[in-house]
Nanobody
Framework: QVQLVESGGGLVQAGGSLSLSCAASGRTFAGNVMAWFRHAPGREREFVAAITSRGDSTYYADSVKGRFTISRDNAKYMIYLQMNNLKLEDTAIYFC?????????????????????WGQGTQVTVSS
């Protein structure tokens, strides 16, 4: 069992930065692929980024590649998402998610159906 709590969302101007955090609890955390998804009004939930259990591989949606960075600290049970050069279209509720797997490829890890644990989400709003 893994419990996830996101924090760090807020209001930021376009071009600015935000850092999201996800605190995880549960003894299986270190063995799980972790990811960030987002859900904007009127759109389906979409994959943002994923990181394998040991942090040796990361995957990004094309829309955030080069601007967002996912990282994890297994000793602290934390997942992070550094978001730079934010755009209006990044406005969404951001969710932290844990998979049952420890590794995988982009096609597999970008599907929300492969994640069994979800946080409650944190709102990110980018203004012009």
């Amino acid at each position: 069992q893994v419990q996830l709590v996101e924090s760090g969302g807020g209001l930021v101007q376009a071009g600015g930065s935000l850092s999201l955090s996800c605190a995880a609890s549960g003894r299986t955390f270190a063995g799980n692929v972790m990811a960030w998804f987002r859900h904007a009004p009127g759109r389906e939930r979409e994959f943002v980024a994923a990181i394998t259990s040991r942090g040796d591989s990361t995957y990004y949606a094309d829309s955030v590649k080069g601007r967002f960075t996912i990282s994890r600290d297994n000793a602290k049970y934390m997942i992070y998402l550094q978001m730079n050069n934010l755009k209006l279209e990044d406005t969404a509720i951001y969710f932290c998610a844990a998979s049952f797997l420890s590794t995988g490829n982009y096609d597999y890890l970008s599907r929300d159906t492969n994640y069994g644990y979800w946080g409650q989400g944190t709102q990110v709003t980018v203004s012009s």
